[in-house]
């Protein structure tokens, strides 16, 4: 098996996708490159790529990134063999992306949404996106002029009322 999400080219942007669970088990010539995503063109932003894994040791298993551009992803805790390999560069941007724990929420169906303590909270690049932007629920991806790293925007959308 290849990559769950296969980029050959310039011009294919994915955005607010969760790419998870993905295992690479065959020795074919694409395996090397992940088991979560191949790209070597094109855009992934605000992307949540996690838990992929690749049975062959070295290989990748989170983003193989030959050309294009990941920015504001969490691409973490994927496994090649039984070490982590999240992303591996062989050319290609990064911009702001997280390989660190983003401190999710916990189990369940909101297992990859982030928790309140989350460093990824607000620390994306903003300008990448407009106010009609949407994560992968459906919510504003652009909150008081801010955005979450992954694909769910977690900051609220309500009214602050502060009484004195």
């Given at each position: 098996m290849a990559s769950a999400v296969i980029m050959p080219k310039a011009g294919i942007s994915v955005e607010s996708c969760l790419i998870i669970s993905n295992k690479a088990t065959s020795t074919s010539v694409t395996s090397p490159h992940g088991a979560g995503v191949y790209m070597s063109g094109g855009t992934l932003a605000n992307c949540t790529v996690c838990d992929n894994v690749n049975a062959k040791s070295g290989y990748a298993a989170g983003v193989y990134l030959a050309g294009g551009s990941v920015t504001n992803s969490i691409v973490w805790r994927n496994v090649s063999g039984e070490a982590a390999s999240?992303?591996?560069?062989?050319?290609?941007r990064q911009g702001l992306n997280w390989t660190e724990?983003?401190?999710?929420r916990g189990k369940?169906?909101?297992r990859y949404r982030l928790s309140a303590n989350s460093p990824c909270l607000g620390?994306?690049?903003?300008?990448?996106?407009?106010?009609e932007d949407k994560d992968l629920l459906g919510n504003p991806r652009v909150v008081h002029g801010e955005v979450d790293l992954g694909c769910y925007q977690m900051r609220e959308t309500g009214l602050l009322l502060m009484v004195k």
């Open positions: 999240d992303i591996v560069a062989a050319g290609g724990d983003p401190k999710f369940g169906a909101s620390a994306g690049d903003a300008r990448l996106w407009t106010a």
